[in-house]
């Protein structure tokens, strides 16, 4: 008999973290290893217990869900991510697919398919909600949101445009650097190359920017 797969589930509510642990365990294909209610502690636990799969919520308090898919899939290379989310915003999938996230299903899907897609991406494969897969395409360079043109965030590192989502949160540089584990120098210089790129001279104009964008929404 093959091993169970073992997962990670990330969730800052604890009946969403509760009901689906109880529905995967008794289903005796998973081992849920852990719970984390927020993406810092999502990437402490994924590092110490290197799990087939984490189930990661994307709109959560603190750091951000792609910043901590980054890091899990850089130091626990053979786990895979699968975003479990109520959103199907398109900058939320073109950012799912930056961080190589082998998965994007709905919270409004039943358990049944929430354990297909675990099954499905534990196994090398990938899994998308129908809401998500009418918006990628895949050529010979990967996966990619269709008709994703030239605007100007899309001109911004990964790093940059989380400086920015924090930004339109209203976060201070000192919290953003504790936030993102990095200085505040090194947040100041994004803040600076932020304005240079989307010509806006000043940090209330750039929050301007950023919130109606929609990246200070859920």
Same mark, same amino acid.
């Given at each position: 008999?093959?091993?169970? %797969?073992?997962?990670?589930?990330?969730?800052?509510?604890?009946?969403?973290?509760?009901?689906?642990?109880?529905?995967?365990? !008794?289903?005796?294909?998973?081992?849920?290893? #852990?719970?984390?209610?927020?993406?810092?502690?999502?990437?402490?636990?994924?590092?110490?217990? !290197?799990?087939?799969?984490?189930?990661?919520?994307?709109?959560?308090?603190?750091?951000?869900?792609?910043?901590?898919?980054?890091?899990?899939?850089?130091?626990? @290379?053979?786990?895979?991510?699968?975003?479990?989310?109520?959103?199907?915003?398109?900058?939320?999938?073109?950012?799912?697919?930056?961080?190589?996230?082998?998965?994007?299903? #709905?919270? #409004? !899907?039943? @358990?049944?398919?929430?354990?297909?897609? %675990?099954?499905?991406?534990?196994?090398?494969?990938?899994?998308?909600? @129908?809401?998500?897969?009418?918006? %990628?395409?895949?050529?010979?360079?990967?996966?990619?949101?269709?008709?994703?043109?030239?605007?100007?965030?899309?001109?911004?590192? @990964?790093?940059?445009?989380?400086?920015?989502?924090?930004?339109?949160?209203?976060?201070?540089?000192?919290?953003?650097?504790?936030?993102?584990?990095?200085?505040?120098?090194?947040?100041?210089?994004?803040?600076?190359?932020?304005?240079?790129?989307?010509?806006?001279?000043?940090?209330?104009?750039?929050?301007?920017?950023?919130?109606?964008?929609?990246?200070?929404?859920?």
């Amino acid at each position: 008999m093959s091993r169970p %797969i073992t997962v990670l589930l990330v969730d800052d509510h604890a009946l969403v973290r509760n009901t689906l642990s109880a529905w995967l365990r !008794q289903t005796g294909r998973f081992e849920i290893v #852990g719970a984390a209610a927020d993406a810092d502690t999502a990437v402490t636990e994924a590092i110490r217990l !290197q799990p087939d799969v984490v189930v990661m919520d994307i709109d959560m308090p603190g750091l951000l869900a792609f910043d901590a898919a980054r890091v899990i899939r850089s130091r626990s @290379p053979g786990t895979r991510i699968l975003f479990l989310s109520a959103y199907f915003h398109d900058r939320y999938i073109e950012e799912a697919l930056n961080v190589e996230a082998s998965g994007y299903i #709905g919270k #409004g !899907q039943p @358990p049944e398919r929430v354990a297909e897609a %675990i099954a499905t991406v534990a196994s090398g494969g990938v899994s998308f909600a @129908p809401e998500v897969q009418s918006r %990628i395409v895949i050529d010979q360079t990967g996966l990619h949101l269709a008709g994703s043109g030239r605007t100007r965030t899309s001109t911004l590192t @990964p790093r940059e445009l989380e400086v920015l989502r924090y930004v339109a949160r209203g976060m201070a540089k000192k919290d953003i650097a504790k936030t993102m584990h990095l200085s505040v120098k090194t947040v100041d210089n994004h803040c600076t190359s932020l304005m240079t790129k989307l010509d806006i001279h000043d940090r209330v104009d750039l929050a301007r920017f950023a919130i109606r964008e929609g990246l200070a929404e859920p």
